[in-house]
């Protein structure tokens, strides 16, 4: 039990696979931000252009 403890503690093989998922949860907020502001810049003309045709 002792050694199987030890192992575990010293045991780094997902590490990089946590690294990697952290940056993709990073890319995926940055994106969603962006998007974000996109949509809100793409409302305001979709409303100007229906304001413009009524």
């Given amino acids: 039990m002792k050694k ?6 010293k045991e780094e093989s997902g590490q990089g696979m946590v690294e990697y998922g952290l940056i993709i949860v990073l890319v995926a907020l940055v994106a ?10 793409l409302l305001a ?9 009524a």
């Fill in 4 to 9: 199987m403890f030890n192992w575990m503690i």
């Fill in 45 to 53: 003309k979709f409303n100007a252009v229906v304001t413009g045709l």
């Fill in 32 to 41: 969603m931000a962006g998007l974000t502001g996109i949509g809100t810049q």
